[in-house]
């Protein structure tokens, strides 16, 4: 098991680090989980909303180059519709060139046009797989591997404090081949050292995509005892998320966040819910960033 992200100079955030481990450890269900990473629905969560945007407003002319590293640790379902949840590690970065590229751990993004408000971004990332653990009867469904997507993204400011996004993703090689459609505004909330961000999202999904995460072939009904279901195109989440960025000072900072969300429709009615799962998914986590 790797160690935690610790560091000498500053004991108070030492042992949120520690608490916030201790405290997802002895929740009901929770199962560590480090070598598996974070997840790519939590780093989708992490890192796919408005968050960043919002932290950036009026901002727009950084240093050529902005590396950050750091680490984070938090708790999020085993799959999407589980009602079992797992502690898990996760090494983040995020390297910027001016207003022009961005890479994360979900791939790369580059600036097609902006405004003094707005701006249109495209990319290639990484799309969210599907690892249930091995006690779970959604292992006996098909594999939904991690595949690649062309993503295109506009987002901007439409309120001196309030910001949106509207996404489109498509999905060419790999995992479910589907297309993912979101819409997120939010607002932020700001002190010298202190910025929290709430925001609320909703996800529409193809019917690959809602195939693959939440359908249930004939094929393989009888092995896992689940109803056939094939739930087809539909809205999939809604979702509250709240964001904080505390700079620790002109290197460190530390990011907490937290996130409600409820599966609609076809995905809250399909068998790996309601029968095995939750339709309500959390997220928590916090972690740490230095900027050089």
Not at 69 to 77: E, F, N, V, W
Not at 193 to 221: C, H, N
Request: charged fraction near 20%.
């Amino acid at each position: 098991m790797p160690r935690l992200f610790l560091t000498p100079r500053f004991p108070v955030l030492n042992f949120i680090v520690v608490f916030a481990f201790a405290a997802a450890a002895v929740t009901g269900g929770v199962r560590p989980a480090f070598a598996q990473g974070f997840g790519m629905s939590a780093l989708e969560s992490a890192y796919d909303d408005l968050a960043q945007y919002l932290e950036e407003m009026g901002e727009f002319s950084p240093e050529d180059w902005r590396v950050r590293i750091g680490a984070a640790i938090g708790t999020a379902p085993d799959y999407s519709g589980s009602n079992q949840y797992e502690v898990k590690g996760l090494p983040v970065f995020q390297v910027r060139y001016k207003d022009d590229l961005w890479i994360d751990p979900l791939g790369a993004r580059f600036a097609v046009w902006s405004s003094d408000c707005c701006r249109l971004l495209a990319g290639l990332g990484i799309s969210t797989g599907r690892t249930p653990d091995k006690d779970s009867r959604a292992r006996l469904l098909p594999d939904v591997g991690t595949g690649v997507n062309f993503n295109i993204t506009y987002e901007g400011q439409f309120a001196k404090y309030a910001a949106f996004r509207l996404r489109a993703r498509q999905e060419f090689a790999g995992g479910h081949g589907g297309l993912n459609l979101s819409a997120a505004v939010g607002t932020i909330l700001r002190t010298d050292s202190v910025r929290l961000i709430p925001e609320i999202a909703v996800e529409w999904q193809s019917d690959k995509f809602m195939d693959a995460y939440y359908g249930v072939p004939v094929s393989t009904a009888a092995a896992t005892g689940y109803t056939p279901y094939e739930p087809g195109s539909a809205f999939e989440t809604a979702a509250l998320r709240l964001t904080s960025f505390y700079d620790l000072d002109e290197n460190w900072q530390l990011i907490m966040r937290g996130e409600a969300g409820l599966l609609l429709g076809a995905a809250k009615n399909s068998p790996l819910v309601r029968e095995d799962g939750d339709s309500f998914q959390g997220l928590f986590g916090i972690g740490v960033l230095y900027e050089f």
